[in-house]
């Protein structure tokens, strides 16, 4: 079970690989983990907590926050929508918004790694 994660919900406990998590999505104190096969689930987690199980397995340097509520797998990531505002275009269309403060860095982050 190398490289995964494990994720608590009331009735489940989920062993999922971090490559397989298209992006999270906080709401207060629950953070819904979006799979690419389209499933999702949500735990009582917070976004930090979420953060930190990534990065306990080595999976860090693969997930963006381009906003405080998203935290973005970048290899999902197809494109950059910058009209009207930014968005981060995923490979299920999903649109994550990229707030004002993070942009620059977020442009930064995705210049890199092409």
């Known amino acids: 079970m190398k490289?995964?994660?494990s994720v608590s919900t009331k009735d489940t406990i989920y062993l999922l690989d971090p490559a397989d998590i298209m992006y999270c999505k906080c709401n207060n104190s629950?953070?819904?983990l979006f799979l690419k096969n389209a499933e999702s689930v949500s735990v009582s987690k917070g976004m930090s907590a979420v953060e930190k199980l990534l990065e306990n397995c080595g999976f860090k340097d693969s997930?963006?926050?381009?906003?405080?509520?998203?935290?973005?797998?970048r290899n999902h990531i197809l494109l950059v929508d910058k009209t009207p505002r930014y968005f981060l275009v995923l490979s299920n269309q999903q649109k994550i918004p990229v707030s004002v403060r993070r942009r620059k860095a977020i442009m930064e982050i995705i210049k890199i790694s092409n």
Request: no cysteine; charged share 10%; net charge positive.
């Open 30 to 32: 629950t953070t819904t």
């Open 63 to 73: 997930f963006i926050r381009p906003h405080q509520s998203y935290l973005v797998n």
């Open 3 to 5: 490289n995964r994660i």
